[in-house]
């Protein structure tokens, strides 16, 4: 899987009184219409847990310069809440939007299915936001890198 090239996103969430963020890879498109993705959420982590709780999800895709952000919120926390240091709104579906993503997808969880450690969570999408970033960041071999190949040209959202 190191060789699979994949776009890197930091998963949000938030109920009343408790905010997380967490950097996956296994995010996906399931279908355009209704638009839906699909993301893997590993069932013993604290995301898991308040994704449940709160029924919202937002999947901001990282850009060039985000790579201490897809770090921060890939593993072990520091003692302050990274979600305090950056750049957050709450969005539509009162989830942390990143305001500098290259996109943000803001979903509410239509179904789960467990499966062994990690559980398929399946986001029905009710609000896109979208910036000027060209370069979004992929995780390959272990590394991040962003796609020189955009250099060139503006992505086109739609
Ligand atoms: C590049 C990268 C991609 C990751 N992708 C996923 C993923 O798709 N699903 C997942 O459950 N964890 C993934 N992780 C691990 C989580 O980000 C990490 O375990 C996080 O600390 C879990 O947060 P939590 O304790 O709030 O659940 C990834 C980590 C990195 C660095």
């Given at each position: 899987m190191r060789l699979l090239v994949g776009g890197v996103t930091v998963l949000t969430t938030a109920t009343g009184d408790e905010k997380r963020g967490m950097t996956a890879t296994a995010v996906c498109s399931?279908?355009?219409?209704?638009?839906r993705v699909l993301a893997c959420i590993n069932m013993s982590g604290e995301m898991f847990r308040l994704v449940g709780q709160s029924g919202a999800l937002t999947v901001n895709f990282l850009g060039a310069g985000h790579e201490d952000i897809a770090m921060m919120f890939g593993g072990a926390r520091p003692s302050d809440d990274p979600l305090d240091r950056l750049q957050w709104v709450e969005g539509s579906n009162g989830a942390p939007r990143f305001?500098?993503?290259v996109a943000a997808l803001e979903c509410t969880v239509a179904d789960v299915f467990p499966y062994g450690t990690h559980a398929i969570v399946i986001c029905d999408v009710q609000n896109i936001e979208t910036n000027e970033n060209p370069h979004p960041l992929v995780y390959v071999n272990g590394r991040f890198e962003h796609l020189a190949a955009a250099d060139h040209r503006k992505l086109d959202p739609q």
């Amino acid at each position: 899987m190191r060789l699979l090239v994949g776009g890197v996103t930091v998963l949000t969430t938030a109920t009343g009184d408790e905010k997380r963020g967490m950097t996956a890879t296994a995010v996906c498109s399931l279908s355009a219409e209704p638009p839906r993705v699909l993301a893997c959420i590993n069932m013993s982590g604290e995301m898991f847990r308040l994704v449940g709780q709160s029924g919202a999800l937002t999947v901001n895709f990282l850009g060039a310069g985000h790579e201490d952000i897809a770090m921060m919120f890939g593993g072990a926390r520091p003692s302050d809440d990274p979600l305090d240091r950056l750049q957050w709104v709450e969005g539509s579906n009162g989830a942390p939007r990143f305001s500098e993503a290259v996109a943000a997808l803001e979903c509410t969880v239509a179904d789960v299915f467990p499966y062994g450690t990690h559980a398929i969570v399946i986001c029905d999408v009710q609000n896109i936001e979208t910036n000027e970033n060209p370069h979004p960041l992929v995780y390959v071999n272990g590394r991040f890198e962003h796609l020189a190949a955009a250099d060139h040209r503006k992505l086109d959202p739609q």
